[in-house]
Structure formats: structure tokens, C-alpha cells
């Protein structure tokens, strides 16, 4: 059990959880969570660090459909530029392994963003804090666990 499913079960909050083959042939884990769990693209949502011109750390979640506009990001987060995070830097955070950095449950609070879109989905799907290990919940509840702010983040 991973400390994002842990807090999920020590608050009560309604969730399910889904393994899968988390095998990366290149295209990004997430894709690889979209394939194998027949899911939308636009409900899986992908977790990311940057890192601020204050050099302060940052989490941003945005559908794997898309990608980060780290300029919208830095402008939301009151700083002039963002840039993404080292995986060793992002890891070292999170307490998590790059391709399963889970939203939730992370060693360290860190401030954290996620693309409005999540508030139009009945359910969001995010790492479970493993490869290959997926939580779906609804957005509020996410939102409300890790104190994120809805904005503008994503690209297609």
C-alpha cells in the first residue's frame, strides 16, 4: 500500500484502485495508463514538478492529453518563470519514482495546480504512487487533499 492510497482510506474518501502492465515503450507512462485501462485521455491526469525562478517547487497536474504551459504555471504561482524539475530533484520531493509521482501523499506539502478541465470529469485518474498503479476519485476530492488551485494549465 502506498502512502496516496493510505491517505485516501485514512480519510474515507471514495477511490478505486487499478494495476496495470506500467511496461514504458516511449510514449510516457501515462499514455501507457490511457492504453491499458481504456481510459479518456483527457481524465488521466499526469503529475509534474517544476521548479520556480524563487526556487521553490511546484506540483502540476495536467491531463496526459495535453501537455504543461509552464508560462501559465510560473504566472499562477506569482513567479516570472517555471522550468521542470530534475527527476532525482522530483523524486527526492515526492518520495516517489518518476513515471508513478502520486499527487497524493507526497514526503513534502508542496503547492500544487491542476488544469480547470478536472473540474468538468465526473472522475480523475492519477498515480498511485507506483508504476503501473492508478487511483481514480472525483476531482473535488483531490483537489480538496492537496490544497490545488484550478487554472488554465494545459497545452494540446
Not at 516511449?26 to 520556480?52: D, H, I, M, N, W
Request: proline share 4%.
Amino acid at each position: 500500500m502506498t502512502p496516496a492510497i493510505r491517505l485516501l482510506e485514512s480519510r474515507g474518501i471514495a477511490h478505486e484502485v487499478t494495476s496495470y502492465s506500467a511496461d514504458d515503450d516511449g510514449s510516457g507512462y501515462g499514455p501507457a495508463a490511457v492504453a491499458a485501462l481504456s481510459l479518456p485521455a483527457e481524465s488521466v491526469f499526469k503529475t509534474l514538478l517544476a521548479r520556480l525562478d524563487d526556487g521553490q517547487l511546484v506540483v502540476a497536474l495536467v491531463p496526459v492529453s495535453g501537455s504543461l504551459d509552464l508560462k501559465a504555471l510560473a504566472k499562477a504561482a506569482g513567479a516570472r518563470k517555471a522550468h521542470m524539475a530534475a527527476a532525482p530533484e522530483a523524486e527526492r520531493a515526492t518520495g516517489y519514482t518518476v513515471g508513478g509521482i502520486s499527487p497524493l501523499g507526497q514526503k513534502k506539502r508542496l503547492a500544487t495546480f491542476i488544469d480547470e478541465s478536472a473540474r468538468r470529469l465526473s472522475q480523475v485518474h492519477v498515480s498511485g504512487g507506483r508504476r503501473g498503479l492508478e487511483l481514480s476519485l472525483a476531482p473535488a476530492d483531490l483537489i480538496a487533499l492537496t490544497g490545488a488551485r484550478a487554472i488554465a494549465l494545459a497545452r494540446d
